[in-house]
């Protein structure tokens, strides 16, 4: 089983609308959540760590649910800017460990 | 400030044969690591350095994969020799330590082995 699982899309939405993307994990222990944003060919570039408590920047939003093992990530109000694929990431309980998901892309359609 | 450099930017070569792979990571950052991230994949964790120690290598094929990081500062990744599955672009990264979580990637080295 794979350490972090995001449903790769690809998410096609139109500007103005509200996504949502989820990601599970396996190991109940693991201790640490982020969000990374990649664009076409560039290096990922962290957009956002998730706490217990949900948190909020901007338009995004990220929520952690340990219980189910899973964590997600909401965009409102999307922009064309935000086309990229949307990389879930999980840091293992011995803190060393980076898992990343696959991806998620997002299409933004004016 | 300076990013996380690396290079060469892209690399083609045969099966086979042997290529080196050079990271600067952001002046300051102890943790360095290098990741492979094939196509439509995330990026896997290859290697992880603090400073000059190995954290983790548990995913480095060693068979074929070598990485240093002699004077806790730059780093090189190894393949020798090539295969075709290692097409992929490697990615190294720096963060200020193993428990600073955001991590800085650099460009990465796109390689293609034919």
């Known amino acids: 089983r794979k350490e972090v699982e995001q449903d790769p899309g690809p998410f096609n939405v139109p500007e103005g609308a509200t996504v949502a993307f989820n990601c599970t994990y396996s190991n109940s222990a693991s201790q640490s959540f982020f969000w990374y944003r990649q664009d076409c060919r560039k290096e990922p570039k962290l957009l956002m760590s998730v706490y217990s408590s949900g948190n909020e920047d901007g338009r995004f939003t990220a929520q952690l649910n340990r219980a189910s093992q899973y964590i997600s990530l909401l965009i409102r109000d999307s922009k064309l800017s935000d086309s990229a694929t949307y990389l879930c990431?999980?840091?293992?309980?011995?803190?060393?460990?980076?898992?990343f998901g696959t991806g998620t892309s997002l299409t933004v359609i004016p | 400030e300076a990013g996380v450099a690396q290079s060469p930017r892209y690399k083609i070569i045969e099966k086979r044969q042997s290529v080196a792979f050079w990271c600067n990571p952001i002046s300051g950052h102890a943790t360095l690591y290098w990741y492979q991230q094939i196509l439509g994949q995330g990026p896997k964790l290859l290697i992880q350095?603090?400073?000059?120690?190995?954290?983790?290598d548990s995913q480095l094929p060693k068979d074929r994969f070598s990485a240093e990081r002699l004077k806790g500062v730059d780093s090189t990744l190894k393949i020798q020799p090539a295969k075709l599955e290692d097409s992929a672009v490697y990615l190294c990264a720096s963060s200020l330590s193993v428990r600073a979580y955001e991590q800085y990637f650099g460009p990465g080295t796109r390689l293609t082995v034919t």
């Open positions: 990431v999980v840091n293992s309980n011995t803190g060393n460990q980076f898992y």
């Open positions: 350095f603090q400073n000059n120690g190995v954290v983790d």
